[in-house]
């Protein structure tokens, strides 16, 4: 059984750093297109980064250059490096994961991905 289990979350001011954590089982780390989504309120759900098992990786505009998206295959556990973080960050953070070898294009797709952590949430504030 795949199972996705995200941690990290919690309150940081602006400006501060935060680093997201998925713990995963049931599947061969590194063989699955992995990536991050999240969701703030009253907006749907979007792509934050993604990663395939080539490495290649699809950054969301709006966090280059302050995210950092990473693996740990020591561990089996997808790591979201958040820096810079802004009050529009504020969200929950989901881990997600397909067994597809997905294309840097689709990276940030939700339907590209069927395996959904619970979330976590991330709040941006001073």
């Known amino acids: 059984q795949v199972q996705l289990v995200e941690s990290g979350g919690g309150l940081v001011q602006p400006g501060q750093s935060l680093t997201l954590s998925c713990r995963t089982s049931?599947?061969?780390?590194?063989?699955?297109?992995m990536a991050w989504f999240r969701q703030r309120e009253g907006k749907q759900r979007e792509g934050v980064v993604g990663?395939?098992?080539?490495?290649?990786?699809n950054y969301a505009e709006s966090v280059k250059g302050r995210f950092t998206i990473s693996q740990d295959n020591a561990k089996k556990t997808l790591v979201l490096q958040m820096n810079h973080l802004l009050p529009g960050d504020s969200a929950i953070y989901y881990c997600?994961?397909?067994?597809?070898?997905?294309?840097?294009?689709?990276?940030?797709?939700?339907?590209?991905?069927?395996?959904w952590g619970q979330g976590t949430q991330v709040t941006v504030s001073a």
């Open positions: 990663i395939n098992p080539s490495g290649s990786t």
């Open positions: 997600v994961a397909a067994s597809r070898k997905w294309g840097p294009v689709t990276l940030l797709a939700s339907e590209a991905y069927s395996i």
């Open positions: 049931g599947f061969t780390f590194g063989t699955y297109t």
